[in-house]
């Protein structure tokens, strides 16, 4: 397989040995294309629980052999991320995105899909309410990604893969209960004041201040709010990975900063993104008509 | 108490509740005051398993009462930190810290500590050296922190407590196999091109341009590189909470970018900043001459 696929780095192919250190995995130690070779999806997401009951749905969902029990945390060795938590925030997911995707490399898998499915604050939405990303911008509103590269920046696009979207979207009308729109998500890298929230340890905004920045959000065609899509998005790009990214939002940014829904409710919300990436995941696999 | 110590915000005075989402804690639901208002140290560190491990260290050094089987994990509703793992990098440490410096708020403390207790790469030092912070700098050598606030980026200062790093200095004579140098710890954005790593999924740089980077780094006087030291500097030092940075190298990153050491050898080098700041929580509590 030549590297033109995923990874964009020459210096891999002069190591003897890839130590993924955050995985706890290695060329050396496992076999990864035994292990992973016939990935064709991916979902990655913030929080190991939360990914924990993804695994169990899409094992239900996809009827796969073998004891929910059994679906076991491929990277026990660490607790940085569970196969495939990537913590919080832009440097968090991607540390896990260089080492998934050289995975993916070492794997030699082809024609994979990756799919961020996340929670978000909502600009303008009902709580509850699915936004499949169209572009990832930055806090400025900027479809765009600043990375540092030793000790130059370099920006990079985040546009993400138009088809997957749209059949996202397509599919949603085909669910119960999972009201999803399409829009811009905005990518910060803090979540009080970065995202003009009024509740943090420190403030020196009003509170006119912040509406005005949700409305001008609002007018650029940001739907929600997170902290981890622009980087995702112009990493997966730059690597030729299709990439996704299906975030429900927890509350309406329009109407507080706290989040204050009873945990019951969050928890039926973030089943939503599952739904739907898992009905893209059957219908491409041909389990539905 | 008057909110000049630790929070900047105020807006908190006209807020019925406050829920600290990522902890799992709320005003209205847990007495603050009652657990948290005797805290003087506080400890912080990027993986759980290694703050467990320091929690029960620290139980044993200090002779707390009770069983180390009953050390508890405060924020058990939520699997986003443990008490207190801040997750990799600036944005995750934000969102624990400013949760933290209201919790503080809230529970009435004063006269408090708080210690970054970490791993990093070495920049010209063996593995396994103690790097107390002197200034933490970023990827430009600069000893400040950008802070995006709505849409405008503001400059802080990073300037950490000078009389704790000396003291923690001093204190580090008096132990055994704990070899430390204070310096400057560079905080990134990304553990591979941000630190100049020639093997992540993407590269651009050849190796003449990383050691370039690297020894460009070590003439501006910086001694390892992290991910959060910057923005922990910040926040800390606008909230007037004393702070500290305590790290360990894991690699020297003129030797290679992959950790390679055996993971027993690694445990015991992330014993060491646990030992120097045990000592100096010791020293400071008269429980030693």
Redesign the interface.
């Known amino acids: 397989m030549s590297q033109e696929e995923?990874?964009?780095?020459?210096?891999?192919d002069t190591?003897n040995?890839?130590?993924l250190?955050h995985f706890s995995l290695s060329t050396k130690t496992h076999d990864l294309p035994q292990m992973f070779g016939d990935v064709k999806f991916v979902c990655v997401g913030?929080?190991?629980?939360r990914m924990r009951i993804f695994a169990e749905f899409i094992h239900e969902q996809l009827e796969l052999p073998g004891d929910l029990a059994d679906i076991k945390d491929i990277c026990e060795g660490t607790?940085?991320y569970s196969m495939y938590k990537h913590?919080?925030?832009?440097?968090?997911i991607?540390?896990m995105?260089?080492?998934?995707?050289?995975l993916l490399?070492h794997a030699r898998c082809r024609d994979v899909i990756i799919f961020r499915i996340g929670t978000s604050g909502g600009v303008g939405l009902p709580a509850g309410t699915v936004v499949i990303t169209d572009k990832a911008v930055d806090?400025?509103f900027r479809p765009q990604f600043e990375?540092?590269?030793?000790?130059k920046v370099?920006i990079r696009n985040t546009e993400l893969d138009k088809d997957v979207a749209q059949e996202l979207l397509q599919y949603s009308t085909e669910l119960p209960e999972t009201p999803t729109v399409i829009g811009n998500t905005m990518c910060?890298?803090?979540?009080?004041?970065?995202q003009?929230r009024?509740?943090?340890?420190?403030?020196?905004?009003s509170?006119e201040?912040?509406f005005e920045?949700l409305r001008?959000a609002s007018e650029a065609g940001v739907k929600n709010i997170e902290?981890e899509s622009t980087v995702f998005a112009a990493?997966c790009r730059?690597?030729n990975l299709k990439a996704a990214v299906v975030c429900v939002t927890l509350l309406n940014r329009f109407e507080g900063d706290?989040?204050?829904t009873p945990h019951c409710v969050l928890t039926e919300y973030q089943q939503r993104p599952q739904r739907l990436v898992a009905h893209f995941i059957k219908k491409r696999l041909g389990l539905l008509q």
């Open positions: 995923y990874v964009k780095n020459p210096h891999l190591m040995e890839d130590i250190y913030g929080s190991a629980n607790d940085r913590g919080m925030g832009v440097p968090s991607s540390i995105l260089h080492e998934l995707i050289k490399y806090s400025f990375q540092v590269v030793l000790d370099i910060t890298h803090d979540f009080y004041e970065g003009g009024l509740d943090g340890a420190l403030c020196t905004f509170t201040e912040k920045y001008k902290m990493m730059v690597c706290q989040i204050s």
